[in-house]
């Protein structure tokens, strides 16, 4: 036998439809008081360089991986590390992502600031020359392209320097501050400076411009840390909580960022921030991410002295 369907009166159906719309509207209600009744404490941090050691920073409030930690966590960039350390001084921001050189140099004017963590422990750069420039013995005399005097791209291209026995002043080096890393790649293409030491991704866009790589800083030896979150003593003493959600999210990106199956979702973020039109460049600026980024987060004292 056939089943009939049985219908209800339209009266019964408006009921019922009114009913879960109440409920529905009340389970939003609720949800929202709990929202705002948990809201995620704000969180400025101020940075200058541009590049993927930034990353983890970015994957982590991209993909909230802060606000699981009760963090709503905001970036803001600024020209060079000077800036960094003016907003810090002054109590404008009490977090910022920036190199050890910096937080160095801010605590040798007095500013009391303290280490939470840095994911970056490796140099994935390229000195990068001029076509006419063949040879190491070939810079003598030469600019290079640097963001700012003691910040994290210059540190880079000193500890590069350095290894290589390239002694600035024997060598009559000069450095030319210039911007960001996007802005010393576009410099070095325009022949507007000798040589840069410029992260993978964006050597590759020099290096497809006919330039090429004399060294690769990834193949020094030795410890090395380097861009990291760096805050205010007194911040850290009476906001330990904000300090351990930080570290908790930076942990998290790092994982996120390693696993495959997140890549695409990795390589879109550095693709957005960094502006790369190309998807090649993208592609080269995961890898170099997965290269630098690592868990072991936590200050090494040998990495300091050699800084």
Do not use: C
């Amino acid at each position: 036998m056939r089943r009939q369907s049985m219908k209800l009166p339209e009266g019964v159906m408006t009921t019922i439809i009114l009913r879960s719309v109440r409920i529905l509207a009340a389970i939003v209600f609720i949800l929202s008081f709990f929202r705002s009744a948990q809201a995620a404490e704000q969180l400025l941090v101020v940075y200058a360089g541009h590049n993927e050691s930034v990353a983890p920073m970015w994957v982590g409030i991209e993909k909230g991986l802060f606000n699981k930690y009760g963090l709503d966590v905001r970036m803001l960039q600024v020209r060079s590390a000077p800036l960094v350390t003016a907003t810090l001084a002054s109590g404008s921001v009490q977090v910022v992502w920036t190199s050890p050189s910096t937080a160095l140099s801010a605590a040798a004017w007095g500013l009391k600031i303290s280490y939470v963590a840095s994911p970056i422990n490796r140099i994935a750069r390229d000195l990068v020359a001029r076509r006419e420039i063949k040879s190491l013995e070939n810079l003598r005399g030469r600019i290079f392209g640097v963001q700012s005097i003691g910040g994290g791209f210059w540190l880079y291209t000193m500890i590069l320097l350095e290894n290589l026995s390239l002694d600035p002043e024997k060598y009559q080096l000069k450095m030319r501050v210039i911007g960001d890393t996007a802005t010393i790649a576009q410099a070095l293409i325009s022949n507007n400076v000798d040589a840069a030491v410029l992260p993978y991704s964006f050597s590759e866009i020099a290096k497809r411009a006919g330039f090429h790589s004399l060294a690769d800083a990834a193949e020094l030896k030795g410890p090395f840390q380097l861009t990291g979150l760096f805050a205010r003593k007194d911040f850290v003493g009476n906001h330990p909580e904000v300090i351990t959600s930080l570290v908790q999210g930076i942990i998290e990106a790092v994982v996120f960022i390693h696993d495959p199956k997140n890549s695409q979702d990795v390589t879109e973020v550095l693709r957005k921030n960094l502006r790369f039109n190309r998807a090649e460049d993208a592609e080269a600026s995961y890898k170099v991410l997965r290269l630098i980024a690592t868990l072991d987060v936590a200050p090494n004292l040998e990495a300091w002295w050699t800084i």
